[in-house]
């Protein structure tokens, strides 16, 4: 996946700073901190997310198109404006027939802890 820079102090709109890439993943930072970052990322249609763990929590908002997000083996179909959250350490696998874009926020656990 090509991850690209966002520039700071600088207005967008986030479906138009990533553009879609025929069978590719395409990720660019809007925001790189020690307890976390945010992205905005874009699949080209038939681009899949091999299945993969990570060890922060992430929550994963669809802002264009729609994708099947498989979270330890239970299947669940986003489309615009609906979100996930994904667990730490969970198993998870993304899978499309058709290019979307998202908003992917991962939180770094074991940093200040808010209940």
Known sequence: MKTLELEKSKAFIVIKIIEYVPDLGVSKTIIRKTNGNVSA????????????TSPFDTLIQVIEGRAEFIVNGNSTMLKTGQSIMIPAHSETQVKSRFSFKMISTVIKSGCMEVN
């Open 41 to 52: 990322v874009s699949f080209g249609s038939g681009c899949n997310l091999d299945e993969k």
